[in-house]
């Protein structure tokens, strides 16, 4: 994307002129050095915070980023790092990041603004505690207005999935994930830091949190359609947040497809005010078209924030005009998105509607824990894994989780001992899909990625047709004719982005309708060139086999064993497991809502 829909992100640092406090040993790092700046890297583990320590001499501001090394994710990965001038003085600083979703390892780069020689001197890393990067985020939370956040009536009734894991976690090291969908607006809301810190704040019991995003520009609903079925229901979310624009029409598309396949419970935020909104008025904070977007989220049982009319209240408050919390005509500044991430946590708070108990609310039926011997509404846990037995299991629904206790002294069940309606675990015809991604050498357009010029979404075939493997679009010539690749199937035949097309195997359609921008602003050039790609694996939804002493001795774990079955009821078989024994705690199982 363009550099004006990065979010600015100001570096949490912190000055002293002693050295800083720390516990525990630094490691050694590998350092080389580069013209614009001193460059390292370092292992890390996802999710955790991390806290670099130097020494700085400089009568400017010094800027760098951290980026995390990671397969999974492509965006949310880099860090803004920033020093404030010391006056010429040396300062010691310390600099913190946290960890993206899926990173293994970290490279920092650092170097001045400008020309100056100024360096960040004998670099150290180590990982931080929870609470030193509270204080950092604290300390740069602070240069902002402060807000009354309290919980309101309503706040939170349509999140009771996701608060529930919060107060009382079946497993509480086990994290949970939140997954940002959406256009360059969430790309500008960060990574997630201030929900992090939201919940750390006010559910301390609650796991780690994972955040990622999948983001492009200017995507509206219609395309962000395709990535919450490509993309977001194979991660299997715990919460998804959209902070988009577009039709009330497409987005009901999008959640009626998604509420049928996934029981997350979603977030639809309306986007802040714009320069072109000139004026705060009612009819700028509420017009038709969010209007329309409101009522689709509130059927689907999404929770609605109502970000146009709080950022309007805000900056009422404060006497402002709407370019105060934007960075350019349409982008929000950090300062305006820290205050829509701010309006989007005061709804995770536990406060069900008057006279309505948590338990009660249509969607916490959507996620039921069978623990050992239960027996109720068609729904039954039977039999033992002692002693070489079996465990019977019937539910309703399209996902089942095994929670089980780790023990050093477990045993393994290999997915020929597992069966779902009498199927092989290895065998079962429930199938999800990655994120369609170009190929490095793809042609670069001008303005935004590759990504933003390419489809968005394929739809497969009869599930007993499928065949999991990594599959291939490779264009043509400059008119939009391509060839079909699996990469087990081989050539599936060719087609036309200008038309829908289904490969000769009957596995994959490719619609044109969310092939975005495959036609250039006059209507009449192909954006992509000879020789593009495009990939994506269909992968079969199951589990590859469950060991029971695979961590820590007594960890309470949650392994999803099979998603996307056919809505109705199952019958699942376990065992006889190989080894000497496993606990299980209870079968978790998704019932998606519509």
């Known amino acids: 994307m363009a550099k004006a829909e990065e979010p600015e992100k100001v570096g949490l640092s912190l000055l002293s002129d002693a050295p800083f406090p720390h516990a525990g040993e630094w490691p050694d790092l590998p350092l080389t050095f580069a013209d614009k700046g001193e460059s390292f890297s370092f292992p890390v583990a996802e999710g955790l915070p991390y806290r670099i320590e130097g020494i700085v001499t400089t009568d400017v501001p010094l800027s760098g980023v951290v980026s995390c090394e990671s397969g999974e994710i492509y965006y949310g990965k880099t860090t803004v790092l920033s020093v404030p001038a010391t006056g010429g003085v040396a300062k010691h600083v310390a600099l913190f990041f946290r960890a993206a979703t899926g990173a293994i390892s970290a490279s920092v780069q650092f170097g001045p603004r400008g020309r100056e020689t100024a360096r960040l001197g004998s670099p150290r890393v180590r990982q931080a505690t929870e609470a030193e990067y509270a204080a950092a985020y604290a300390a740069w939370r602070s240069q902002f207005p402060a807000r009354d956040l309290s919980p309101r009536p309503g706040d939170g009734a349509q999140l009771s999935g996701f608060l529930s894991k919060l107060t009382d976690p079946v497993a509480p090291r086990q994290p949970l994930r939140v997954i940002g969908i959406g256009s360059s607006y969430t790309n500008m809301l960060g990574n997630g830091e201030r929900l992090i810190q939201w919940i750390r704040e006010h559910f301390p019991q609650a796991p780690p949190i994972l955040y990622e995003k999948h983001v492009g520009s200017a995507v509206e609903f219609d395309f962000t359609r395709g990535w919450m079925r490509q993309h977001v229901l194979g991660r299997q979310p715990d919460l998804v947040i959209l902070y988009s624009g577009g039709k009330a029409a497409d987005l009901e598309k999008l959640l009626a497809d998604f509420r049928s396949h996934s029981s997350a419970d979603i977030i639809v935020a309306s986007l802040h005010l714009r320069e072109q909104d000139r004026e705060i008025t009612e009819a700028t904070i509420d017009p038709p078209e969010w209007r329309a977007i409101r009522e689709v989220a509130r059927k689907y049982r999404c929770e609605w924030v109502d970000n146009r009319i709080e950022w309007a209240a805000y900056l009422r408050e404060h006497r402002r005009d709407i370019p105060w919390l934007l960075k350019d005509a349409v982008h929000q500044s950090d300062h305006g998105a820290l205050v829509i991430n701010e309006n989007i946590c005061r709804h995770l708070v536990a406060n069900p509607a008057p006279g309505a108990s948590a338990e009660a609310t249509p969607r916490s039926a959507a996620e039921r824990l069978l623990r050992p ?87 497969l075939g009869e599930p007993a047709w499928l065949v999991p493997q990594r599959w291939t679009i490779r264009m043509h010539g400059d008119a939009g004719a391509y060839e079909l690749i699996g990469s087990i199937t081989g050539h599936d035949g060719y087609g036309h982005n200008g038309g829908d097309f289904t490969g000769r195997s009957g596995q994959i359609t490719v619609p044109s309708e969310l092939w975005r921008r495959r036609l250039e602003a006059d209507g009449e050039t192909y954006s992509n060139r000879d020789g593009d790609t495009f990939t994506w694996e269909v992968r079969r939804a199951v589990a590859d086999r469950v060991d029971f002493a695979e961590g820590p001795e007594g960890e309470v774990f949650i392994l999803p064993l099979a998603d996307q079955l056919p809505r109705g009821v199952h019958t699942l078989e376990m065992g006889p497991l190989r080894g000497d024994g496993g606990e299980i705690i209870g079968f978790r199982v998704h019932e998606p809502p519509f």
């Open 373 to 459: 011997g239960h027996e109720a509404d068609g729904e039954s846990v039977s039999g033992s894994l002692d002693g070489g037995g079996k465990v019977t299991v019937r539910f309703r629904g399209s996902r089942i989780d095994l929670v089980g206790r780790r023990s050093q002294a477990g045993g393994v069940l290999e997915p020929g001992a597992i069966q779902i309606d009498g199927v092989a675990l290895d065998e079962v015809p429930a199938f999800v899909t990655t994120v369609i991604v170009p190929g490095a050498g793809n042609h670069r357009p001008e303005r935004g990625s590759a990504a933003d010029r390419s489809p968005h979404l394929v739809r």
